[in-house]
């Protein structure tokens, strides 16, 4: 069912080249880079999605669409 459908997948790591590997290579799923400022756009450019820590230290994020 899901190698018919568009999928959108989020995910936060503290090693990002074995999450990358994992995702990538594992399950196969498409890696689309954030740009040099952490903002990440939808493919079409119709969405962008920030992420931040907040003083707490949980990760945040914020959607513009």
């Known amino acids: 069912m899901l190698g018919t459908s568009d999928l959108v997948a989020f995910v936060l790591t503290a090693d990002?080249?074995?999450?990358?590997?994992f995702y990538g290579e594992t399950l196969g799923l498409r890696f689309v880079q954030q740009d040099e400022t952490g903002v990440w756009t939808a493919p079409g450019g119709d969405c962008k999605v920030a992420w931040f820590k907040d003083p707490d230290g949980n990760t945040l994020s914020l959607t513009q669409s």
């Open 16 to 21: 990002a080249a074995r999450a990358k590997a």
